[in-house]
């Protein structure tokens, strides 16, 4: 499946929600008209101004120390309020990726293709704005896809979609014309916010690191057996805490011990796979 030498593909990729999932909620409903109306308070969005201020940069550091590059899926709304991390991501040799405009689940939108083109494409002409390069890649904000998206993204210029669950690998959806759209499948067992963040009252997080780590080291070693793609889905203000990015240290030294390993970003799994 991989090109020769390789037999695993791993890519890390970041959600950069930041604010979207209080103030983006709030300024949505503004932007959509609604007359439903939330008061804006501090902390919760102080804590996704934690991913921003701390975990960014300390992620930076650490995948420039590795040498690896990263996907980050980032909602127009967090570019917009943090132009300068969004191009020093860029400028740092790392994808930036389609993730909705204000963190819209594409479902909410029942049925209506025009809205979530409008979503697609805001979320496209933001990033686009600040690292010069229109975005390849989509990932939903709700983890979950109306049946129509795969088309809707192909027409928009999208090469994959990385929000669905059922394979290990890579692999194409073919639209009725024959248009392919490359799926970059990911889990919630893979997924950092169910393990650490504190939700209440339907996420307990706070995992012990020791814990993830004996779960994603386990799952990496079957994706390398028979030679998946291992998809990590991170979010700065979870994974930026200090002794989570201590484990995901030790993990990515135990992954780079091991022979025909790519560390790629989502593109170049997608495009590598269009070119098979
Ligand atoms: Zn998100």
């Not at 697609?120 to 890649?137: A, F, K, Q």
Request: proline share 7%; aromatic share 14%.
């Amino acid at each position: 499946m991989w090109p020769k030498g390789i037999r695993c593909g791993v890519c890390l990729s970041f959600d950069f929600d930041a604010e979207s999932l209080s103030l983006g909620y709030i300024e949505r409903l503004r932007y959509e008209g609604s007359p439903k109306r939330y008061p804006k308070t501090l902390t919760p969005i102080s804590r996704g101004q934690y991913g921003a201020k701390v975990g960014i940069p300390r992620i930076l550091r650490f995948l420039e120390a590795h040498n690896i590059k990263a996907t980050f899926f980032t909602p127009g709304f967090t570019a917009d309020l943090y132009p300068d991390l969004i191009k020093r991501i860029a400028s740092e040799g790392h994808e930036l990726a389609n993730h909705g405009y204000f963190h819209e689940n594409p479902t909410d939108f029942m049925e209506d293709r025009r809205r979530e083109r409008d979503v697609l494409r805001r979320g496209n002409d933001t990033l686009e704005r600040y690292c010069g390069v229109r975005p390849v890649g989509y990932r939903s904000p709700g983890w979950d896809l109306n049946t129509y998206t795969p088309e809707l993204l192909l027409e928009e210029g999208f090469i994959y979609d990385s929000s669905l669950m059922d394979q290990e690998h890579p692999y194409i959806l073919e639209a009725s014309n024959g248009k392919r759209l490359v799926e970059i499948p990911i889990d919630w067992l893979l997924d950092d916010y169910v393990h650490f963040q504190f939700s209440p009252p339907n996420i307990p997080g706070l995992s012990p690191p020791s814990k993830v780590l004996e779960i994603w080291q386990g799952e990496f070693d079957g994706y390398y057996e028979e030679g998946g793609c291992f998809v990590l889905t991170m979010h700065p203000q979870v994974i930026g805490r200090t002794h989570r990015m201590k484990m995901l240290e030790r993990l990515v030294q135990y992954i780079k011990e091991k022979q025909g390993v790519w560390f790629a970003t989502c593109r170049e799994v997608a495009e590598y796979w269009l070119s098979k």
